[in-house]
């Protein structure tokens, strides 16, 4: 059960019903989940949304009303996992928190996704991805030293919160399976927990040596690279090129018909990286992309245009790895997508419907599922509560 909306909880419960879970996501009625109003649309129809909400359920409810709550608390005894994203205090009032999903079904696994946690001093707050990023520490250290920290261009820590709540949810249902006193479990998870966990040497660098890593452009702010920047060509592509190893930036140094010698250890890389960064730039500035890419190839250094959306679509080994599939959508025909990722050989998951129209499936999961009768549902759905 999904009581999630636009990011975090929905990706969690995307991820496993791309492994094919049946995840039922739950809807306010007549608005839906706001991801279906965001982002771009063609002719009017949200394109978002189709990948959001794929290979899930989708039934309205209006938690608002006590026989909304009344039916969401049916689901959660229903449920094997139950996925929020409200605030603390409005789970407590409508018996959404892990207090009362643990007594209505105590093997219930609660992913609770919150901008500070629910254990928090500021629990009740609200919080967005772009929050996690900042306090995250992962916005401090993007962009350039003389330049204001950057985010990324997508919804960076709510997409990585999502990953990591599927993760967590596996892993509670793997202990579920093999713990025969496994009394549910309840993971609790601030949106700027898990990119802050995966920054690992942060806070033992401070620790042990009192400094914050600052901003170092495209280099990393612990870079064992001597190469690692982007470039532009001279037909105006950009190029990234990367070298962590003594062997690899030798290999620049070779292509660049620069000294061996003075870039022979692992000192010598480092003191020289700025020369070596300018006579890259110098390089691929005077050849087009193309050439600048097979050169590389040649060279054995590791290399990539810059990919866009359209790049993406072109390249031949997205192609070879059949990671963009097409499927099928109600409103505007077939449409292309991200395949099932990661990809199992043995048992692979599939994409069998695009983000479904709301409440397309009240009546599966409330009347054969939950077995509400037909009067009951009919009353409901009067009262707007589905």
């Keep these: 059960m999904e009581f999630a909306h636009v990011v975090a909880g929905p990706l969690a419960g995307g991820m496993l019903a791309d492994q094919g879970a049946d995840v039922v996501h739950v809807e306010p009625p007549g608005s839906g989940d706001a991801a279906r109003a965001m982002g771009p649309r063609r002719d009017g129809v949200p394109l978002w949304f189709k990948v959001a909400g794929r290979n899930k359920r989708s039934v309205t ?50 992913l609770q996704i919150s901008g500070f946690g629910a254990t928090s001093s500021r629990a009740d707050a609200p919080g967005f991805g772009k929050m996690g990023e900042a306090r995250s520490g992962v916005v401090h250290l993007t962009g350039f030293p003389d330049g204001p920290p950057v985010h990324t261009g997508f919804s960076h820590g709510d997409a990585v919160t999502g990953l990591m709540g599927a ?97 022979a250890t692992v000192d010598q890389q480092h003191a020289g990286r700025e020369r070596l960064d300018a006579a890259l730039r110098d390089w691929v500035a ?79 999961v409330y009347g054969e599922w939950l077995g509400i009768d037909g009067g009951r549902l009919a009353k409901l759905e009067a009262e707007g509560v589905i």
């Design 286 to 364: 005077a050849r087009p992309a193309a050439e600048c890419l097979a050169a590389f190839e040649r060279a054995e250094v590791v290399a990539s245009r810059v990919f866009t959306a359209a790049d993406i679509a072109a390249d031949p080994i997205y192609a070879e790895r059949e990671d963009i599939i097409t499927v099928d959508d109600a409103d505007l025909g077939p449409v292309r997508m991200q395949a099932v990722i990661p990809r199992f050989h043995r048992s692979p998951g599939a994409v069998w419907r695009t983000g479904p129209a709301l409440g397309a499936d009240n009546a599966l």
């Design 167 to 263: 993760f967590a949810i596996l892993a509670a249902v793997h202990r579920r399976d093999t713990d025969p006193d496994f009394e549910g479990e309840w993971i609790d998870l601030a949106l700027f927990e898990p990119l802050y966990r995966l920054v690992e040497w942060q806070i033992i660098a401070y620790d042990q040596l009192g400094t914050a890593p600052e901003r170092a452009g495209n280099q990393l702010a612990v870079a064992p690279a001597a190469v690692i920047n982007t470039y532009r060509s001279a037909d105006g592509g950009w190029l990234t090129v990367t070298s962590a190893t003594i062997r690899s930036v030798r290999n620049v140094v070779r292509l660049l018909g620069l000294p061996d010698e003075e870039f």
């Design 61 to 110: 409810l209006d938690l608002h009303h006590e026989e909304g709550r009344e039916v969401a608390r049916d689901l959660i005894a229903w449920a094997d996992v139950v996925i929020v994203t409200l605030r603390a205090g409005r789970l407590r009032a409508w018996g959404l928190d892990w207090e009362a999903v643990h007594a209505l079904n105590p093997t219930a696994i609660l």
